[in-house]
């Protein structure tokens, strides 16, 4: 099992860090392209919301990012210390409408439901601890 963390502060500027944390996860953990690049997204998807939502506006925050590598699985632990919310509560973005019917928010969600195989959320301590994993294929070497 390995681990890796990244911190940083609630600016939407600090988001390209993201690419490079999953790149080294991605490597470390022998992912191909295709799915690290997924990974990203997801993990782009989840931290924007906590970035644009969970603090008020102007005011500092930091969100943590904890990734663990396991052999038949990878985990991103998202936690801040912001406004209290459930994402996996969050009513599933209707995907069938055209982009202008569709309500304003959800998507990035709707994204990380279907690009990872678990979310789960909890509320401990006075932070979001937000879960996500994929689940690995074992190698046979």
């Not at 681990?3 to 390209?16: C, G, M, S, Y």
């Not at 022998?30 to 970035?51: G, H, K, R, Y």
Request: net charge negative; charged share 25%; hydrophobic share 45%.
């Amino acid at each position: 099992m390995t681990e890796r963390h990244l911190i940083f502060h609630n600016d939407i500027q600090q988001i390209p860090q993201l690419a490079c944390f999953v790149e080294a996860i991605a490597e470390e953990a022998s992912l191909d392209q295709s799915l690290a690049m997924s990974l990203n997204l997801a993990l782009e998807e989840a931290v924007t919301n906590v970035i644009m939502y969970a603090y008020p506006a102007g005011s500092d925050g930091l969100v943590s990012i904890e990734a663990v590598i396991r052999d038949d699985a990878l985990e991103f632990i998202l936690s801040d210390s912001g406004i209290p919310f459930d994402p996996t509560e969050a009513r599933e973005a209707d995907v069938t409408l055209a982009a202008e019917d569709r309500p304003i928010g959800g998507l990035g969600i709707f994204l990380v439901r279907n690009i990872m195989d678990e979310v789960t959320y909890r509320r401990e301590d006075g932070k979001n601890i937000l879960t996500m994993r994929k689940h690995l294929k074992q190698n046979n070497n």
